[in-house]
């Protein structure tokens, strides 16, 4: 029988809403885990789903890599994405992101990602030759249109195929298997890991009080994040390491603290995972702290610029939002978060027009 607790503890790691996460886990079979893995291609997908939005430059939101959920369907998951602010910014994202740009030696977005189908609000993907699929949702209709339209005019301007709906591997990409064929057999070998860390993704939120979060990959094998913490909010390793490696919903990482400094009084390090036994790869995670006060109230008016929720800003930064930087004496003065942000968006809005 589910218990409430049970609800509550995999909705941490799931974002799932309260009312869903106890539909779907009273569907499941006896004895799966709350949290099921998925396998081959699916998995494959859904790793190379996060390798795409780790290498995005996705900062200055409360929500990881922008996603408010992910519904951990053993086949066919959901993820739910948060516009904020900034549906267009969260449509490029997607279109630039997630689906390759396409030339030989071009490593961005994940190669034969197609659309399958799409409805109100939700983009259903797949990949090319094979039942992996994904629903990504949140993303606004009329910021995906406009997305996918600039990706062909794009595509036409340097004689390329924008692979959205494309029958077969567009030129570039079939140009890069040739070239980097290995890359892919080896990203397939670390699948399992990032498929259950994006199934878990949400455990980076629940279980830190992060002001910022960015993302990276290395060496084909590695799945890094970078936390920023407001000194007064850090979230000391040992929580996060629990709930990461939690025996119900977590992942049994090992875990190699040697290049921890905190029991030093220090607090920056880095810790690096091996994926559990039957799930080679890394994961990566560095913790920093933003000690300046202005510093602090900087990210917070990024946030709230970012349309992040305000209880969430309270949460990570301790102050209200939109909150007036004021620079202690000595301070460098040069607070540009928010300036940088809105010439994003200027960019963007010229490009659209
Ligand atoms: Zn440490
Ligand atoms: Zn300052």
């Known amino acids: 029988m589910l218990s409430d ?22 569907q499941l079979p ?29 900062t200055y939101t409360t929500r990881p890599l922008r996603i408010m959920r992910v519904i951990p369907y053993a086949t066919r998951p959901v993820i739910r994405f948060a516009a904020d602010a900034d549906p267009d910014g969260l449509a490029d994202l997607i279109a630039w992101g997630v689906f390759s740009t396409g030339g030989r030696d071009d490593l961005r977005g994940i190669r034969g990602l197609r659309i399958i189908d799409a409805g109100h609000g939700r983009i259903d993907v797949g990949l090319l030759g094979s039942d992996a ?24 301007r340097f004689g390329e195929v924008p ?18 064929g290995w890359l892919e057999e080896a990203w397939k070998e670390v699948s399992g890991l990032g498929s259950a860390l994006l199934r878990r993704l949400l455990i980076f939120r629940s279980g830190a009080d992060w002001l910022d979060m960015a993302g990276f990959t290395k060496h084909v094998s590695t799945y890094g994040f970078r936390l920023t913490f407001a000194e007064s909010h850090w979230t000391d390793h040992d929580t996060l390491i629990e709930h990461l490696t939690h025996p119900v919903c977590g992942l049994a990482l090992k875990e190699d603290m ?25 994961l990566d995670l560095q913790l920093v702290t933003d000690q300046e006060d202005c510093e602090i109230a900087e990210y917070n008016q990024a946030l709230t610029y970012a349309g992040s929720p305000h209880e969430e800003i309270m949460r990570v930064t301790g102050r209200p939002s939109g909150a007036a930087v004021v620079c202690a004496p000595g301070c460098h ?12 968006n200027e960019g963007r809005r010229r490009e659209h027009a």
């Open 163 to 180: 692979p959205f709906r494309y029958q077969g591997p567009t030129p570039g990409e079939h140009a890069f298997a040739l070239e980097h």
């Open 30 to 58: 006896q004895d799966s885990p709350l949290i099921p893995a998925a396998q081959g291609d699916q998995a494959f997908l859904e790793a190379q789903m996060l390798r795409a939005l780790l290498e995005h430059p996705t």
């Open 133 to 156: 699929r994904l629903r990504l949702e949140g993303i606004p209709e009329a910021a995906w249109r406009d997305a996918e339209a600039r990706r062909h005019q794009t595509a036409l």
């Open 333 to 344: 003065g040069r607070h540009g978060k928010v300036a940088f942000l809105r010439r994003m």
């Open 5 to 26: 607790p049970a609800i509550d503890l995999c909705r941490r790691y799931t974002g799932e809403t309260w009312a869903g996460a106890k539909e779907r886990l009273g």
């Open 258 to 282: 040697r290049t921890c400094a905190c029991a030093f009084g220090e607090r920056s390090c880095r810790i690096w995972f091996d994926g559990p036994e039957q799930a080679a790869g890394r």
